[in-house]
């Protein structure tokens, strides 16, 4: 059975930083790609990030490229968002997914979630 667990989000002012964390089971981690996604009150669900664990080639929304780091540690099955220069607007709850599409971006290609974590930047 397939799982994915988040963690580390949190409340933090506009300007910081913050890490948040998605632990991989029961999938061959290796042969997925892993995107994290956000969703605001009232807002669809967006995509934000997304690396293919093969290699680590990475992708990014526009509007946190620069801003935003995914990584992966495939000993600990795990990916990671690194968010810097957190702005109001970045304030959601976080998921974490895994598509055997590495190309994908659009929520309905991607065949496992997390259950998602809060995070909120404040002004």
């Known amino acids: 059975q397939v799982q994915l667990v988040e963690s580390g989000g949190g409340l933090v002012q506009a300007g910081g930083s913050l890490r948040v964390s998605c632990a991989a089971s029961?999938?061959?981690?290796?042969?997925?790609?892993m995107g994290w996604f956000r969703q605001a009150p009232g807002k669809e669900r967006e995509f934000v990030a997304r690396i293919r664990l093969i290699g680590g080639s990475t992708y990014y929304a526009d509007s946190v490229k620069d801003r935003f780091t995914i990584s992966r540690d495939s000993a600990k099955n795990t990916v990671y968002l690194q968010k810097n220069s957190l702005k109001p607007e970045d304030t959601a709850v976080y998921y974490c997914?895994?598509?055997?599409?590495?190309?994908?971006?659009?929520?309905?290609?991607?065949?496992?979630w997390g259950q998602g974590t809060q995070v909120t930047a404040s002004s």
């Open positions: 997914a895994a598509s055997d599409n590495w190309k994908a971006t659009n929520p309905p290609s991607y065949d496992y």
């Open positions: 029961g999938m061959p981690f290796s042969r997925y790609a």
